[in-house]
């Protein structure tokens, strides 16, 4: 459960001095409960009670981060179950993993891809966040030397190997980087512990399909003062989904809803075991992989490991993560108003469009990449794509000619003439009417727009 | 402290509703007493109805067409494809060519291809109209009597055309009613009086809260079904009956269609594209998928049948 404004209130000074920037103590925490600010800001707190409230503003999932510097990922750190609540936070990790048996070009290459994958989407950059390195060959030099390799890209790790000698020497090499260590497990808890400890590294915990045994293990290592822990209850897949399913949630509700402080941590999947032991060809398997991640995307991974580089097996999988992390509460919008494509003189042709950040950045990537010259008016429907404007109203004659007045693009252009969304046809009539434009009803998607532009003007 | 499974108590259920009767193999949707199986046993594994037309519908995406193209004149053989090749636990067929734009075929012409699909096939139907809030009611009036006794599902009633005709249609001749309502909780439960009023029962509505596509806001979506089956299970009788999505929405996306060589092919993007937006709505509380493409189809039933057994 949250806490709320109330509980955060009574633990603050109640002076009401505004050193934290708020008009008073109530304001502060009701921002806190929201997660809006940050408790530091209250100067004239005494230490004990930044402690009383650091406890229980701690979110119901820890944070944990895994990686340094720009080299850095955190994940974890969600307070709900389901994201209308509230929102989630810290978007699930997504990571590729490689191996020590890999040719060195093969690794070079698979480095390569990892590093460069991307997509654009609404405006956001979507990349991945880590590199999982792989112990396969069981030697401790092929791993030393993959590990040493990796020590030079863009991402943070996670070194996977359930042998703490090679996790030890590896340690020696990347350890001052804080790695992800998986994995601790029940036969070497105590070494990967210690490890943890001495490099102050955060640790993944493995216990295959057995929560109260996972429970056991994840109180011994909180016991030896370990507190960056992650979860791993196995990854069963084909007709073990179903039990994979019900662990992720089981966990997560004990930590949201009972606040069982041996569950309170992020959690791993690896859709990868989809690739690794299968006999589909590549391409069913790279379905089956994405079909695993997206359903603990849905339900609760914190961390997930990929084996696939495919982009189009990752191109879902980095829009399902977009639309389940964006925030509820805020309407996802761009400035309303004038902007210009190319180069722009007094006979370029205008566009209108919405400020819904989807439609708007889906018409800037067409107009782009087909080099069009031209304005394009942005009209403020408080975020609403096109056609849910005009069946919500926002979308109107009237609305538009204010746009135009506003945005004066009568004093930038030498002609009345504006080419409206093609399921903006219905209101075509009347923001003729209102403006006193003449409006043309352009294609129905976008990326026709730009040869639209060159065959009719 | 030691373990225990977190099971929560519901005071509510979901109600069951049946599909396909009379010569038609029943299927049943709904009936859950608890979110997840670990909680209770979950009774119904989800259904996917294959997505069948009256035309041979010019706009529908490559990767899918070349599945169909030897059928697609004749629905009944396009819905015997998608059953005995595709394994479609259901055939849902969608009298597009009722539309007054598309080609304006009379409701008794859309009756005698209900009939054709009844013939061809022994699993329940879907039957959707065009979308034209005059000419809907009228077409599936003719249609639910051509079906009489099937008990087929009747797509769909919304506060938008006459629904009032649509529901009596289903009272009279034994069949169920989509509830369609757009992306609105409350939308959803007035809509759902409404039709209880007409004599409907818990038992013959399924409701569409709508399915926005993955990328094309399928966050609203998530959190409408998450609510939806919350406020069924805690006691809410207005929302106590098993969930539709229109999963085929995934093709509406462009990056579920559109070639470019940076995305990888489509072949495989458009089946995932339906995949993920289907199976996200399935872990949301979802029993029920209108789906396209045979790959989809496949797996979402394979993952579907893990989460209840
Ligand atoms: C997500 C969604 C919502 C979300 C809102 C998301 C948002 N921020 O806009 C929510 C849940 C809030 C919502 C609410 C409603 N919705 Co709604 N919604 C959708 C949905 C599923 C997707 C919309 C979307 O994101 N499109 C993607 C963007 C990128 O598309 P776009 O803006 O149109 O841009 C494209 C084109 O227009 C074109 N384009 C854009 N700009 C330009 C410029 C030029 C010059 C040109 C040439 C082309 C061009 O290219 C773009 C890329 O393809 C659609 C169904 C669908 N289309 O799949 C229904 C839909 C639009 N909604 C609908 C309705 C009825 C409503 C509501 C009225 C329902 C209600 N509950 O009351 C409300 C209205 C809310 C309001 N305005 O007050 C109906 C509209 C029917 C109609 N045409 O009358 C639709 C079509 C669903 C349906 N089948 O019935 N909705
Ligand atoms: S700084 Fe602290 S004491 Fe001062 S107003 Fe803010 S919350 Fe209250």
Redesign the interface.
């Known amino acids: 459960m949250k806490v709320t404004a109330m509980d955060i209130y009574k633990l603050l000074p109640k002076t009401n001095c505004g050193d934290c920037g708020e008009a008073s103590c109530m304001a502060f925490a009701t921002k806190l409960s929201e997660k809006e600010t940050d408790l530091k800001l209250c100067t004239p707190l005494d230490p004990e009670g930044m402690e009383k409230l650091e406890k229980i503003l701690a979110p119901a999932v820890r944070e944990v981060k895994i990686g340094k510097g720009d080299k850095q990922v955190i994940i974890g750190g969600d307070e709900v179950l ?3 609540e509230l929102t989630y936070y810290n978007p699930t990790a997504l990571v590729i993993d490689v191996h020590d048996e890999l040719e060195e070009s093969e690794l070079e290459e698979r480095i390569k891809i990892i590093e460069n994958t991307e ?1 654009e ?1 609404t405006g956001e950059l979507l990349t991945l966040d880590a590199i999982a390195v792989r112990n396969k060959s069981g030697d401790k030099n092929k791993f030393i030397k993959t590990v040493s390799r990796l020590k030079n890209s863009i991402y943070p790790l996670i070194l996977c190997t359930l042998d703490s000698d090679n996790m030890k020497a590896a340690l020696e090499v990347v350890g001052d980087e804080k790695p992800l260590i998986y994995a601790a497990t029940e036969k070497n808890l105590e070494e990967m512990g210690q490890l943890a400890l001495d490099y102050q590294c955060p640790v993944a915990l493995f216990v295959p399909g057995d ?2 045994k996972m ?1 056991q293990l994840s109180h011994s290592l909180r016991s030896r003062g370990i507190k960056d822990i992650v979860l791993d209850p196995g990854t069963f897949v ?5 039990d994979t ?2 662990n992720f ?2 966990i997560r ?2 930590a949201v ?2 606040k ?1 402080e041996d569950f309170r941590f992020p959690i791993m999947g690896i859709p990868a075991l989809m690739r690794l032991d299968n006999t589909d060809d590549p ?1 069913t398997k ?3 992989e ?2 695993v991640a ?2 603990m995307l ?2 609760y991974a914190d961390i997930l490991i990929f084996n696939g580089t ?4 990752l ?2 999988v980095l ?2 993560r ?3 992390f ?1 925030d ?1 509460r805020k309407p996802q919008t761009v400035d309303a108003g004038l902007y210009e494509f190319g180069d722009v003189n007094e006979d370029s042709p205008v566009l209108l469009t919405t400020n819904f950040a ?1 439609t708007y950045y ?1 018409v800037e990537g067409d107009l782009k990449s087909g080099k069009a010259n031209t304005y394009l008016l942005v009209l403020d429907t408080e975020g609403r ?1 096109v056609d849910v404007s005009l069946a919500g109203g926002q979308l109107n004659g009237k609305s538009v000619a204010d746009l135009i007045k506003e945005t004066d693009i009568e004093n930038k252009v030498n002609h009345k003439k504006m080419v409206i969304p093609g399921l903006a046809a219905p209101v075509s009539g009347e923001i003729e009417d209102d403006s006193g434009w003449e409006v043309a009803v352009g294609p129905r ?1 976008s ?1 026709a727009v730009p040869d639209y532009l060159l065959e009719k003007l | 402290e030691d373990f225990k499974p977190p099971i929560q108590d519901y005071p509510g259920k979901v109600a069951e509703v049946q599909l396909g009767k009379g010569s038609r193999k029943p299927v049943y949707l709904g009936g859950q007493q608890a979110l997840y199986r670990f909680e209770e046993a979950q009774p119904n594994a989800p259904v996917v109805t294959f997505d069948v037309f009256d035309i041979p519908m010019p706009g529908l995406p490559r990767p899918i067409r070349e599945h169909f193209a030897d059928v697609m004149d004749h629905p009944g053989e396009w819905a015997k494809k998608a059953v005995n090749e595709f394994g479609a636990n259901m055939v849902t067929i969608h009298l597009i060519g009722t539309g007054p734009k598309v080609m304006d075929k009379s409701p008794r012409e859309a009756a005698n291809d209900i009939e054709e699909v009844l013939q061809a096939v022994d699993v329940p139907l879907v039957i959707g109209a065009s979308g034209d809030p005059v000419k809907d009611p009228l077409v599936l009036e003719k249609a639910a009597e051509a079906a009489q006794g099937e008990r087929c599902l009747l797509a769909s009633a919304n506060l938008d055309l006459d629904y009032q005709k649509v529901a009596q249609a289903a009272v009279n001749n034994d069949h169920a009613v989509l509830s369609w309502s757009i992306t609105d909780v409350n939308m959803q439960k007035t809509l759902n009086r409404y039709l209880l009023k007409e004599g409907l029962t818990q038992n013959d509505i399924v409701m569409d809260p709508t399915t926005c596509a993955l990328g094309y806001g399928i966050e609203f979506s998530i959190d409408i079904m998450t609510r939806t089956r919350l406020a069924a299970l805690k006691g809410d009788k207005d929302l106590q009956m098993p969930m539709s999505s229109g999963t085929t929405n995934a093709w509406g996306s462009r990056e579920a269609w559109m070639k470019k060589d940076e995305w990888g092919p489509t072949d495989y993007r458009g089946p995932i594209w339906e995949i993920f937006t289907g199976l996200t709505m399935m872990l949301n509380g979802v029993d029920i998928f209108m789906m396209l493409h045979p790959t989809s189809v496949k797996l979402l039933r394979e993952i579907g049948e893990t989460f209840v057994k």
């Open positions: 389901y994201r209308y997509f989407r929560l109260e429970k084909g007709e073990g989904m179903g399913l019900d949630v089981m509700r004990l809803e009972e069982d391409v790279g379905i089956k994405a079909t997206a359903t849905n339900k495919d982009i189009w097996e191109i879902p829009t399902l977009q639309g389940l964006t509820p989807l889906t794509a998607d990326s």
